[in-house]
């Protein structure tokens, strides 16, 4: 039975109830709504509305719902319910009968969905916190496996100067971080609760917010009622945090993918995560990066949804703002099994050395290294760079790599190269010499991986 019969003469047509009722996707707020009826059972002893042991035999029958649902959740979208409000309701009437009835008073859908929302972002906050740091770890992991794994690094996807597969990995370590302090930062705006503000006006009875709250696990309560039901800023936000790492996520998945071609074959990925061709045998296909690569677009699309959604919607509460709840979902359950599955992909990735150290000697990705050198030399860098294009297109000429060329050959450019060029063109010392903070240095990659490692612990 729907929770709002009395005023009612027809029943609902069936394609409304269809578009309406929300129980197929918020039964996955059973959990948080069992825990904020609890507290409310709880508030409503404070103002004398329940008796201490009528709210004792409400909170026994809740936990007995509880298990209920852990034990088969899927028992709940079985019903005809609205939504898992009303399914709670109900079933806990069913359970213990009249007293049931008594649970709603003072309280409305209203405030009961954004506590609960906010009880579920606030576990899936910690979820994804675990899943991020993980990644983390196989990439740093993956990292100092790899710190002598030297390979061509790119700008405008031309070969560019020489990094190391470490050096890579912990790039991606990087966003990961600010990815996991977005999430904290969320954190704090969402960790208030609206529980007690009623329908719009706030609630009729003298219920102390702020206890409530704290039984909840919420640092405080929200300070305005009208704002408490209407504000969905903590979803936009975590939409946006699910959209930036998924860009992220895209951009790690293309870049192996790339490394992944014939053309670059830098890696090799494990056949438990790629699939074959049905037409053509030869072919082993990188399907879990680019469905993570794919699926970003989905999470892009849930945060832009969300944004329409609340645009220009009036004060308090509107059907609207139901929603909020499936975009959410998707999103954040994407976010996390893309997570899991770029961790899973770097744990059988196998990086084939030779084959990335000899795309570094080609391109000529230490024509800077010539210039750098030349400046050394007293020769003023634009000068020094026109030189060493010069140098080049010569080598380009010759099919040689800049080191390959005759000493001579390089002095028609300029005289102030002497035989001490060598070993400045070796790939080693591309490396080396970037030991700034940040660089691609060995020892401010060795750094960067103890660093990320305490962090990470
Ligand atoms: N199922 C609703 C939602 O998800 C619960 C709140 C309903 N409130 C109302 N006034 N009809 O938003």
């Known amino acids: 039975m729907a929770l709002w019969g009395g005023r009612f003469t027809q029943a609902a047509d069936q394609r409304f109830k269809q578009l309406n009722d929300s129980l197929h996707f918020d039964y996955r707020l059973a959990e948080q709504d069992i825990m904020s009826s609890v507290a ?18 409400l909170e026994q029958a809740l936990g007995v719902i509880m298990a209920e649902v852990q034990s088969d959740p899927s028992a709940i979208v079985n019903s005809d319910a609205e939504d898992i409000h009303s399914w709670l309701e109900q079933k806990l009437i069913d359970k213990v009968g009249d007293l049931g009835k008594k649970l709603h008073t003072g309280r409305s859908r209203n405030d009961q969905v954004a506590t609960d929302l906010k009880l579920w972002c606030k576990q899936q906050v910690s979820q994804l916190h675990h899943g991020i740091v993980h990644l983390q770890q196989v990439l ?8 002598d794994a030297v390979m061509p690094g790119y700008t405008h996807l031309q070969r560019a100067q020489p990094v190391t597969f470490a050096h890579w990995c912990l790039a991606y ?65 975590l939409l946006f945090n699910a959209a930036i790492s998924m860009v992220h996520l895209s951009r790690f998945a293309e870049d192996l993918i790339f490394f992944n071609s014939g053309e670059a074959a ?12 049905s037409l053509m045998p030869q072919k082993k296909n990188p399907d879990a990066l680019e469905l993570i690569r794919g699926k970003c677009g989905r999470v892009q699309g ?44 770097l744990d059988g990735i196998q990086v084939k ?91 401010q990659v060795a750094a960067a991986i103890a660093a990320t490692k305490q962090r990470l612990v």
Request: aromatic share 6%; proline share 3%.
């Open 40 to 57: 409310w059972s709880k508030a409503l002893v404070t103002v004398k509305v329940l008796t201490e042991a009528e709210q004792q035999r």
């Open 140 to 147: 740093v992991e993956t990292a100092e496996a790899h710190q």
């Open 302 to 345: 849930a945060l832009t949804g969300m944004m329409m959604t609340l645009k220009g919607l009036p004060l308090a509460y509107n059907k609207d703002m139901q929603e909020d709840k499936e975009g959410l979902f998707d999103a954040l359950d994407t976010w996390m099994d893309c997570l899991q599955m770029a961790a899973l992909v």
């Open 173 to 237: 370590v990087e966003m990961l971080a600010r990815d996991a302090s977005r999430l904290q930062d969320t954190l704090k705006r969402l960790d208030v609760s609206p529980l007690g503000s009623g329908a719009l006006a706030g609630t009729a009875y003298p219920i102390d917010r702020e206890q409530l709250a704290g039984w909840l696990g919420f640092a405080s309560a929200t300070s305005n009622s009208l704002d408490s039901v209407s504000d969905r800023d903590h979803v936009l936000e």
């Open 266 to 277: 830098f890696v090799e990925l494990s056949d438990r995560v790629t699939s074959g061709s």
């Open 353 to 443: 050395r030779l084959r990335c150290k000899e795309a570094a000697e080609q391109g000529y990705a230490n024509a800077t290294e010539l210039a750098d050198y030349l400046v050394a030399k007293g020769v003023p860098f634009r000068e020094a760079h026109h030189i060493v294009g010069e140098a080049v297109m010569e080598a380009i000429r010759q099919g040689k790599a800049l080191e390959a060329l005759p000493l001579a050959d390089l002095q028609k450019f300029s005289m102030v190269i002497g035989d001490d060029v060598s070993p400045i063109l070796a790939l080693q010392s591309c490396l080396d010499k970037r030991a700034a903070k940040g660089g691609v240095a060995p020892q």
